[in-house]
T-cell receptor
Framework: GAVVSQHPSRVICKSGTSVKIECRSL??????MFWYRQFPKQSLMLMAT?????????EQGVEKDKFLINHASLTLSTLTVTSAHPEDSSFYIC????????????FGPGTRLLVL | SQKIEQNSEALNIQEGKTATLTCNYT??????LQWYRQDPGRGPVFLLL?????KEKRKERLKVTFDTTLKQSLFHITASQPADSATYLC???????????FGQGTELSVKP
């Protein structure tokens, strides 16, 4: 158990457009989901913590108006990159923790975003 | 400021040997530490969690130690196999909100 999916797995878009990435927990409920970005050969950088039914908590330096997060249900969180620019190109990964408890984060397979 | 450092160089070992990866941290008091495996282009996969009051944890060929005095965790893979080749990430967590802070990872290569 504890499977997390992301969609799409890869996306290419033009500069100025918006891109939505979905993160779903397939076989468990997740009150809390996390969004990370990762540049090549670098570590995962936490962008925001998403809690079901409430506003996301963003890390310092992450623009909340640019990276919109919605966590409308216990199995789905979405990240929308608004007015994307080439510097937003990265690998975006979500993770989820079980509502039933536990500190383990279960990660999705990631979404590769390329902004032209 | 908080800092997490893993083996700075990639680690190359021969099949069958024990791989030892290091995770050091400063200016941080974690409640627990986790190790993850990440393959290229994929999300991390959870391996082991060790709490601040635990010295050692084992799971099959994996062993993790946690020394809160030295502020260090060691991750061992015994009888290593080429399939163990991947990047291994350590992550520190507190009991507040479940956030994790990740190290930069160590790339392990096991040669047959």
């Amino acid at each position: 158990g504890a499977v997390v999916s992301q969609h799409p797995s890869r996306v290419i878009c033009k500069s100025g457009t918006s891109v939505k990435i979905e993160c779903r927990s397939l076989d468990f409920q997740a009150t809390t989901m996390f969004w990370y970005r990762q540049f090549p050969k670098q570590s995962l950088m936490l962008m925001a913590t998403s809690n079901e039914g409430s506003k996301a908590t963003y890390e310092q330096g992450v623009e909340k108006d640019k990276f919109l997060i919605n966590h409308a249900s216990l199995t789905l969180s979405t990240l929308t990159v608004t007015s994307a620019h080439p510097e937003d190109s990265s690998f975006y990964i979500c993770s989820a923790t079980r509502t039933s408890g536990g500190e383990t984060q279960y990660f999705g397979p990631g979404t590769r975003l390329l902004v032209l | 400021s908080q800092k997490i450092e893993q083996n700075s160089e990639a680690l190359n070992i021969q099949e069958g040997k024990t791989a030892t990866l290091t995770c050091n941290y400063t200016n941080y008091s974690p409640a627990y530490l986790q190790w993850y495996r990440q393959d290229p282009g994929r999300g991390p996969v959870f391996l082991l969690l060790i709490r601040e009051n635990e010295k050692e944890k084992r799971k099959e060929r994996l062993k993790v130690t946690f020394d809160t005095t030295l502020k260090q965790s060691l991750f061992h893979i015994t009888a290593s196999q080429p399939a163990d080749s991947a990047t291994y990430l350590c992550a520190l967590g507190t009991n507040q909100g479940g956030k994790l802070i990740f190290g930069q990872g160590t790339e392990l290569s096991v040669k047959p």
